[in-house]
């Protein structure tokens, strides 16, 4: 049987032997749904509904750079998307506040600036939970906002409020997975675990300690941002998961314009920004970065991509850098692509391959450009535009009192179910339906994610561009090769929004 390892540490069945179906029958295309059901039910088996999972269990860790901010304020308009168990300053090889002696400031924003994001939160929040379910009250997440180390990069040697936060969550009750997000350095991170081993290595809960550890955290690492996560995580905690984007970040980040294909650019232009973020969109989106937009970051002397006279290739307004976003995107299963299930999926987040320590991002094939830095960059370039508009939506959301006034995402459902078991040769009709709360019209597309299979080829479509489609499991899939078919269903509001469903065939 072949295995792909999960984000909680337990390995994931790719294929059944046990779960064989029987060979299709022949059925006409005119025949009566209920014998093509009992067809597809010959060919396939499917693993039923998904139930309602929790929401990702989120803690940020982040340095006060420009991007952080604009990460930030993204992250808030998703806010009702995770359980929050933290929100932690730390420093980076980049920021850091010095100690008030010996170790002086370096690019340092300052910690006040959080508190002011929340404050303005604070003003979106009674228009935020009209359109959607979950937000955190702006009191629970101030409760969460904790300062950690942040005099030196790779400071690990205190023992922080926020350190001791991260401690505390990590060893507490709930289950797994903990996703630790750093934004910035590990080094909080890092001080929290080493506090954790201080305590109890070389005592009889150890052993139990290590494993609770290793199967809860999971740490999603932008970049080696300090010296910790080699230095000290991996030597002491092996078995710690890491999701490590050392390089599709850089797409939507300060240099995108090099990385995102052509025809998603607007999305990330003036234009656009000013439209649908910068103007009439409330106080939080004011403080929003962009290129040549005359907005020092007090304390980073080194940052002037804000002064209108320098950046020339960037329009004023345009896109600066959300480099942090990927990390918490990656948990996005609202939208579902069911990234979160496994690393290697793919998704808004990026897509990533196993790897000694956990997953590092990973190439898709990129058919705007062939360059090898663009096609790594690609697992997450292929969402820029549907990423931007969702966010488009939600800041509408911000500013707009009445649900009708707004545009939601559309729900897609595929009748099958999203987990099915095939057998080779056989054909198999998927039914995809779209539904809409604000009674938008819908339009389908189905389309195979040829670099998340296992199975290396490709199939074929019948009816790719409405709600069902037929394929046949190519004669050479052997047991075990995974197809992915991703269905999006895409409203015609404004913005227009998107829903997926993903369904994975495995092989019989």
């Known amino acids: 049987m072949r295995t792909r390892r999960s984000i909680a540490g337990r390995i994931l069945p790719v294929a059944a032997a046990g779960a064989l179906a029987a060979a299709l029958l022949a059925v006409p295309a005119h025949a009566d749904p209920d014998d ?18 929790a929401k990702p269990r989120v803690i940020v860790t982040q340095d006060g750079e420009v991007d ?47 508190n002011q994001y929340l404050d303005l939160y604070a003003q979106l929040y009674p228009n935020l939970k009209k359109h959607a379910d979950g937000y955190p009250t702006p009191a629970k997440l101030r409760s969460l906002y904790k300062i950690g180390n942040i005099e030196n990069v790779s400071e690990m040697a205190k023992v922080t409020e926020g350190s001791q936060w991260i401690e505390n969550v990590i060893l507490d009750d709930k289950p797994g997975p ?23 290595e070389g005592t009889s809960q150890w052993p139990a300690i290590q494993q609770k550890v290793s199967d809860k955290l999971v740490i999603y690492n932008i970049l080696n941002q300090d010296d910790t996560l080699n230095a000290y995580i991996k030597p002491n905690w092996p078995q710690v998961k890491v999701i490590d984007n050392q390089s599709q970040f850089w797409s939507f980040a300060y240099l995108w314009k090099a990385a995102v294909p052509e025809p998603f650019q607007y999305t990330l232009r003036a234009p656009y920004m000013e439209g649908n973020f910068l103007n009439g969109h ?36 345009d896109f600066i850098s959300e480099g942090d976003s990927p990390a918490y995107m990656y948990l996005f299963d609202f939208n ?18 196993p790897n000694a320590s956990g997953w590092i991002d990973t190439s898709d094939v990129n058919p705007y450009s062939s360059t090898t830095a663009n096609q790594r960059r690609y697992p997450q370039t292929r969402w820029v535009e549907d990423l931007q508009n969702d966010f488009a939506a939600r800041a509408d959301w911000g500013v707009t009192p009445k649900y009708s006034r707004a545009n939601h995402n559309p729900e897609a459902r595929v009748k099958e179910g999203v987990d099915l078991t095939c057998k080779a ?28 299979d296992t199975y290396a080829g490709t199939v ?47 092989v019989a």
């Not at 899939?477 to 895409?490: F, M, R």
């Open 460 to 506: 074929a479509l019948t009816g790719a561009d409405g709600p069902s489609v037929s394929f046949t499991v190519p004669a050479d899939a052997v047991p075990g090769d995974t197809i992915h078919l991703i269905l999006e269903v895409k409203d015609d509001g404004t913005p227009a929004l998107k829903h997926y469903q993903r369904v994975i065939v495995t």
């Open 336 to 353: 579902g692509l069911r990234s979160s299930e496994n690393p290697t999926y793919g998704g808004w987040g990026g897509r990533f391959a």
């Open 68 to 114: 952080d901010m604009d990460s930030f304020i993204r992250f808030l308009y998703y806010a009702n998307e995770f359980d929050i168990a933290g929100i932690i300053y730390s420093s980076s090889r980049f920021h850091w506040a010095g100690d008030g002696g010996a170790v002086a400031p370096f690019r340092w924003t300052g910690t006040e600036w959080v």
């Open 178 to 200: 903990l996703y630790a997000q750093a934004w910035g350095g590990l080094n909080t991170i890092a001080r929290a675990l080493k506090s954790i081993q201080e305590k109890y």
């Open 425 to 452: 040769g056989s054909t198999v009709t998927l039914r995809g339906k779209g539904k809409d709360p604000d009674h938008d019209r819908l339009s389908y597309k189905w389309w195979q994610y040829t670099d998340a």
């Open 36 to 53: 093509r059901a009992s067809a597809f039910a010959k060919a396939c088996r499917h693993a039923g509904e998904h139930a309602n999972k």
């Open 282 to 317: 409330g106080d939080l989106l004011k403080q929003y970065r962009t290129y040549r937009d005359g907005n020092p970051t007090p304390g980073d002397d080194q940052n002037n991509r804000w002064r209108p006279d320098q950046n020339l290739t960037y329009d004023v307004h």
